[in-house]
């Protein structure tokens, strides 16, 4: 992955309409062995915070099924789930920093899933404002850890 292209890639998808989560998944994913389509339907459900609930930002869960894909294992291996987990961890620890939060409600200061919530992120831009980094520094910090 070439970060600055891959993370502006991830944005190019979201502001064509992609979640969050499917920006971040579907740029990551074909460099570890899933076709962008594949991708893109798996992570359609977590967007706008697990699905519009304004929890966990889309942005983050398309991070954490990058890592899961690059570093995630089919079998009972405690050791390979513990180097995910840490990465996983890590992750967030550097997303927080970056951002204050890993709760869409929270990094947004409104529920898109209420009707009320959307049209306040539409009248104070905050897809373009806040999301759009949001989805960068995702792509960014994953690759900064795979």
């Given amino acids: 992955m070439n970060q600055g292209n891959d993370a502006e890639c991830a944005v190019t998808y979201f502001k064509n309409g992609y979640c969050c989560s499917q920006a971040v998944f579907a740029t990551c994913a074909p460099g570890h062995g899933m076709d962008r389509e594949m991708a893109l339907k798996l992570a359609s459900p977590f967007c706008a915070g697990m699905g519009r609930l304004g929890r966990t930002c889309g942005a983050v869960t398309g991070a954490f099924l990058a890592i899961g894909l690059a570093h995630g294992s089919g079998e009972l291996d ?23 939060s890993l709760e869409c ?24 404002t806040v999301c759009e ?3 960068r520094d995702a792509v960014e910090i994953v690759e900064e850890l795979l």
């Fill in 78 to 100: 405690g050791e390979t789930r513990e180097k995910a987990y840490g990465l996983v961890n890590e992750f967030a620890t550097r997303f927080i920093e970056r951002n204050g």
């Fill in 105 to 128: 409600r929270e990094l947004l200061g409104c529920h898109i899933g209420t009707p009320e919530g959307y049209r306040e992120a539409k009248e104070k831009n905050l897809f373009e």
């Fill in 133 to 135: 980094k949001l989805v």
